[in-house]
């Protein structure tokens, strides 16, 4: 068995895989917030260079305006702690905020990253119409019993 604690960070559109090791060499900071009656969030900060490949693939990622106001699935984060070789799931959510923070007279910029848990992508579509109307078939179904 394993000691000590060990943090995994996960990314992806919808499957998430292990952070690219670029993304783990500039991770400074992790704060996960969890509050009885509301949602959980995260906040990431990453130290990047002028040069660094991390501001285009967080552009990509997010895109010129936020994937939540265009209706696209954003990117999924999950964070994980391992203490003495035991997983537990810290938060799994998508990415809602990417802001940089270019460096000024050679010193390194910031990446802060901000994002809340899954069901914040429940609130992206409009599920009232159900898989082809199968949810409003059965909502009917229901209805008439």
């Given at each position: 068995m394993s000691s000590g604690i060990q943090l995994t960070l996960k990314m992806g559109p919808v499957v998430v895989a292990p952070a690219p090791q670029i993304v783990m060499?500039?991770?400074e900071s992790v704060e996960v917030?969890?509050?009885?009656?509301?949602?959980?969030?995260?906040?990431?900060?990453?130290?990047?260079?002028?040069?660094?490949?991390?501001?285009d693939i967080f552009l990509i990622a997010t895109g010129p305006t936020s994937a939540l106001s265009l209706g696209k699935i954003p990117l999924r984060v999950m964070v994980i702690v391992t203490i003495n070789g035991t997983q537990q799931p810290l938060f799994d959510g998508?990415?809602?905020?990417?802001?940089?923070?270019?460096?000024?007279?050679?010193?390194?910029?910031?990446?802060?990253?901000?994002?809340?848990?899954?069901?914040?992508?429940?609130?992206?579509?409009?599920?009232?119409g159900g898989c082809n109307?199968?949810?409003?078939?059965?909502?009917?179904?229901?209805g008439a019993l």
């Open positions: 060499d500039a991770l917030t969890h509050a009885a009656g509301s949602n959980s969030a995260f906040q990431m900060s990453l130290r990047i260079s002028n040069r660094s490949a991390l501001n998508v990415m809602t905020n990417v802001q940089v923070t270019p460096g000024q007279n050679g010193a390194a910029g910031q990446i802060n990253i901000t994002g809340d848990d899954l069901t914040r992508v429940m609130t992206m579509f409009d599920w009232s109307g199968l949810m409003s078939g059965i909502g009917i179904g229901i």
